[in-house]
Every structure is written in C-alpha cells, then in structure tokens.
C-alpha cells in the first residue's frame, strides 16, 4: 500500500477513498473514474524535482526517471495531473489517425490474484483531432508528454498512418513512440518483421526531418512486443541502429501466459500486463540492452511495481523506466515510493543514476529463459 506524501494529501485522500470501490466496479468503468478524478482534483505543483534523479535522454531533460505508460490516458485529457503526481514524463495514447471504438466490453480484466492485468482494447481511439486540440492547448505547460500512436485497424498503408501522425502530433509532443506491438490488432505486429520495419522506419524517419524543419527536433521511438524471437530482435535492432531510431519501449504487454498464473481470467485473449510480465519483459530489455550497444536509450516497462523492480529494469538496461499495470494494486503512492528507493540505492553505490543502467544486463541475459 502506497504512503502519500504530505504535498499530496488531496491524492492521499482521493486514493484511499476510492480505491475499494474502484476495486469493486467493471474495470473500464473504474479506470474512467480514476481519470475524471484525477483530471479535476486540484493536485498541488509537485516540489522541485530531486537532482539525482533527473535523466537526459532523447536530447530531452527529465526530472525523473518514471513515466506512466500508454493506455492510461489513452485520449490525452489528463497529461498535467499526471504530471503533478511525480511522474517525470507522460505518454500518452495510443492515438490512431481516425476515430475508431476498439473490441466489444467487457476488454480490461483484473487477475488479483496475481497482480496482473489483460486488456484487449484494440486501440480504443477518439482519433487525431481531439488529441491534436487538447496537447496544443498544453504545449505551453511544459513537462514532457510524449504521444504514443497506432495504425487504424481497417488501413490499407499502416504506414501512412505512423507519418501522418507524426506530422500532426510531433509539433504538439515532446516525443512520439510508433506502437507496432499492440497484439489485439490483427496483423500489426507483423510491422516488427524486418523488411517491413525497415520500409515503415525510413518512412518515419524522413517524416521526424520535415517534422524538424519545421518545428525543431522530436524524438521517435519504437515500442516493441516481449514475444520477438531472439533472432527477430537481431533483426528490430539492427533495423532501428541502422534507421536511427532516437530509443526502443521494451515492451508492450504479452501475449503468452507465464506459468504459475492463479487468476481464472488468465484465460482471456489479449495482452498480459503487470506482475507476471515482469521476468519476460526484463529479460527482454537486456536482451535488447547488449544489441544496441548505446547507441540510444531504452525505455524499460512491464511489471514494476516497486522500488526494487525499478532499480532491477535499470540495472538491466533501461534509461527510463514506465508502469502502469501496478498503480491499479498499489495505488498512486507507488510513484513517490519508487522514487525515493532510486534516490536511495544512487547514495548507497555512491555513483549517479546513470552508473546503474545496464549493470546488470549481460548477467541477465545469462540466466535461464523466464516461463
Ligand atoms: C489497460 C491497458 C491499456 C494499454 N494500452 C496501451 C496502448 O494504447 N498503447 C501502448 O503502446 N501500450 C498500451 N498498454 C501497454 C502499457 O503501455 C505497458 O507497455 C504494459 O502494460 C506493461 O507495463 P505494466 O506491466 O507496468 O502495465 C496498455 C496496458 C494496459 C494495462
């Protein structure tokens, strides 16, 4: 259970009011609650921002090194409150070019039983303009939003798509993912096949020029699945080194069943989040760690939900960190008691945050493959 700090009484409250009746509704439902709450709690200017803690990635300066991932604010209509509970960046989406509703509820599933979450929303999307409206009538706050975006569904040339939303959105972000690890699209993570990547990659790469041209320089990132294949992540990297990609998301959610599941509802198709993603997606972050050799930073997210799971996905590689699944068991407190166990183990090794990232990496990917 998450302690609040005081600066963030208000959340505190909000937190331990709701949260057992959150627990108690649809999940869809819950979590659009939990975003109209946070959208219009008056959530006071989070303090200034620790000094071990700030990260420069991507040509951008973080004052933290956690984000909240994408899907939480699908819509872009709350970057700013999640800004002022802690997070150091926000990423928001994924947005699609036209509006489309995603699969049929019920599509968001909790397994309590083993703090995980499956969701098959299928990019739920208002489409482009109202997160266009809503990021522009932002841009000015500062803090860094980045937008997370995806091809529709029914597109002939998912390419287009990935272009079209960077020339739209990028002038409004700080940064733009290409999400081609969505499993509950059909067909999209075929975009991650190394012919196909390479043709979308220099497509979006000439659209981040003209992008910069015209209003400075916005890093594109790549978000991959943890079910590549060894010899299909050779591939992603040597694609993304080769295109010059500004960073890798490692990972989006799975869509096997690691062994040992308890919940019934592990039965659900789609994406598995949280918890038990934990060992597979850090394997992979390593995996991709030792292939890019540093020539850019990884975002590393899947199943931190604590201190010591984030100091583990830095260890293993990543610059940056993501949750999202473990604010639904731990609730927001998690965000402050993250930090402060970072904040911790820099003062305990003596060095900086950067000295940790990717310590560990080459023994991780020793170890045996995670079931
Ligand atoms: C309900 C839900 C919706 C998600 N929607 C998106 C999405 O729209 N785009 C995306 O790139 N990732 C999406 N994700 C994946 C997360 O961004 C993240 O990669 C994954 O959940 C692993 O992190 P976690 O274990 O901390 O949740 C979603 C995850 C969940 C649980």
């Known amino acids: 259970m998450g302690i609040i700090p005081g600066e963030h009484a208000v959340l505190g409250l909000i937190d331990r009011l709701t949260r057992p009746l959150l627990r108690a509704l649809d999940p869809e439902d819950a979590h659009a609650l939990t975003l109209r709450a946070l959208k219009y709690a008056p959530l006071p200017r989070p303090a200034a921002g620790d000094p071990r803690l700030a990260v420069r990635a991507f040509g951008l300066d973080f004052p933290n090194p956690l984000g909240i991932a994408a899907g939480f604010d699908k819509h872009a209509e709350a970057p700013d409150a999640l800004l002022r509970l802690g997070f150091g960046f926000v990423e928001v989406g994924t947005i699609t070019p036209r509006p489309q509703p995603g699969n049929p509820r019920p599509r968001l599933f909790r397994l309590d039983a083993d703090e995980g979450v499956i969701n098959r929303f299928g990019f739920s999307s208002e489409g482009e303009a109202g997160g266009l409206a809503r990021l522009s009538a932002r841009a000015r706050h500062g803090g860094i939003v980045g937008v997370n975006v995806g091809a529709n569904r029914d597109s002939a040339d998912r ?61 594109i990132l790549l978000k991959i699945a943890p079910d590549l294949s060894l010899p299909a992540l050779d591939d992603v990297v040597a694609v993304a080194r080769r295109r010059r990609v500004d960073g890798i998301i490692v990972c989006n959610t799975t869509i096997t069943r690691p062994k040992g599941l308890r919940d019934a509802k592990a039965r659900e198709t789609g994406g598995l989040s949280g918890k038990p993603l934990f060992p597979l997606a850090t394997r992979m972050l390593a995996e991709t760690f030792v ?7 990884l975002i590393g997210v899947g199943g931190i939900d604590s201190g010591a799971a984030a100091l583990a996905k830095l260890r293993a590689g990543a610059r940056l960190i993501q949750l999202y699944s473990a604010l639904v068991f731990r609730g927001l407190g998690l965000v402050a008691e993250i930090k402060a166990d970072i904040a911790r183990a820099i003062d305990q090794a003596g060095g900086t945050l950067a000295d940790l990232v990717g310590l560990d990496a080459a023994a991780v990917t020793a170890q045996p493959w995670p079931e």
């Open 291 to 297: 292939r890019v050799e540093n020539a850019f930073p």
């Open 159 to 219: 390419g287009a798509d990935y272009v079209r939303l960077i020339e739209t959105l990028a002038p409004v972000a700080s940064y733009v993912v290409v999400n081609v690890s969505s499993p509950n699209t059909p067909g999209l993570r075929e975009l991650q096949e190394a012919a196909a990547l390479d043709d979308l990659l220099a497509r979006v790469v000439a659209a981040r020029e003209r992008v910069a041209r015209r209003v400075g320089a916005r890093p």
